[in-house]
């Protein structure tokens, strides 16, 4: 994995690439982009707005984007579809919401593999290019490409008028996941797992159908849950909430050199402004979430936690066990990831 120092000198390298000194050979062109999360989440503001800019900086203002963020072309499950039928040519395809289509690209779901966001992604990005094990099985297939991706970091769980004091007191919970391993990881515990995409989540808490959430802490303030929650587990990550920022082949390859060049450059800008913002802000959210939404923190005890790992590890094997028996190299791509 990359070190701290290696990923300030690929931004540095990226920022000052000679790519924006030959704008002048770049062909106009428009992306119709869609993003299912909305204008004020963090990964619009530190990712796609970034991507974005970046872009037109080094084409010279010669490759812009009609961008659509908030589902205006569809939610985050039929991203896929918006680039295999031309409705968009750039899309945040979220492989959570597809696990049946992308089921390798769920590892950063697994539990506590996303120490960290910027580590986590860059071994991500490795496996899902050209050659690597994920774009092989599944991105190829699918005749799309990652641009860049990312993930939300550490998912924690947070519920509502359920005192969570000892690791029992998750039995039987109904607890809204991504699918995936996320579901595995609720069942391990002894919760009960329900899919859910984060847009519909404030309506069921509100109306009790939902006792609680893996969710990510900024993300909690982005879609408005605060109010419907009141306490939070700090100190087990159930997992991550993978993103990747694809693009269709249909469009890559009527692209010139430059501007694929430029696309790569721009994603790499991105991939590395948005992670280093999820790695530094944590601290902050679960600050405000505590200060001024009454939010309390209840970490596990050492006990609960040590047992709440040994189950954990029975999630990595029924994961990969299932997807080793469909031929996929689910093994491989855990260690890629580790």
């Known amino acids: 994995m990359k070190t701290q ?3 300030s000198a690929l931004l540095a390298a990226v920022i000052f690439s000679p790519l924006s000194a030959s704008a002048a050979e770049v062909e106009p062109i428009t992306f119709k982009f869609a993003e299912w999360l909305p204008n004020t989440s963090f990964a619009t503001e530190h990712g796609a707005n970034p991507f974005m800019a970046k872009v037109e900086e080094l084409s010279g203002g010669k490759m812009k984007f ?18 295999q039928t031309g409705v968009a040519d750039i899309a945040n395809v979220s492989p959570a919401y597809i696990s049946e289509k992308f089921p390798l690209s769920g590892v950063v ?17 490795e496996l899902a290019q050209p050659g690597g094990a994920i774009y092989e099985a599944e991105f190829k297939r699918h005749k799309i490409r990652p641009l860049w991706v990312g993930n939300m970091g550490q998912y924690r769980i ?29 069942t391990e515990l002894g919760a009960s797992p329900v899919r859910m995409q984060g847009s519909d989540v404030l309506t ?25 929650l009141d306490q939070l587990v700090p100190n087990l990550a159930v997992g ?25 450059e721009a994603g790499k800008y991105a ?12 601290p902050e959210n679960i600050n405000v979430l505590v200060q001024e939404h009454d939010i309390r923190k209840t970490p596990l005890s050492d006990s609960d936690l040590k047992e709440a790992r040994a189950k954990l590890e029975n999630v990595y094997d029924q994961w ?14 855990i260690e890629g990831m580790q």
Do not use: H
């Open 240 to 264: 991550s909430f993978g993103l990747t920022y694809s693009i269709s082949d249909r469009v890559w390859n009527d692209l010139s050199q430059k501007q694929q060049d430029i696309l790569v």
């Open 109 to 125: 779901e697994l539990p506590e593999i996303v120490q960290g966001s910027c580590s986590a992604a860059d071994s991500f990005y």
């Open 204 to 228: 069921s808490l509100s109306r009790g159908t939902l006792d609680g959430v893996f969710f990510p802490v900024r993300g909690i303030l982005d879609y408005g849950l605060a109010p419907a």
């Open 5 to 7: 120092t290696a990923r």
């Open 320 to 333: 990969a066990e299932r997807l080793e028996e469909r031929g996929l190299p689910a093994r491989k791509v």
């Open 271 to 282: 991939m590395q402004t948005y992670c280093e913002y999820v790695d530094t802000s944590d």
């Open 158 to 186: 947070l519920t509502n008028n359920k005192d969570i004091s000892s690791l029992d007191d998750l039995a039987g919970l109904r607890i809204r996941t991504a699918g995936g391993p996320m579901a595995l990881t609720a």
């Open 66 to 83: 009609d961008f659509y963020p908030a589902e205006q072309l569809g939610r985050g499950s039929e991203s896929l579809t918006l680039l």
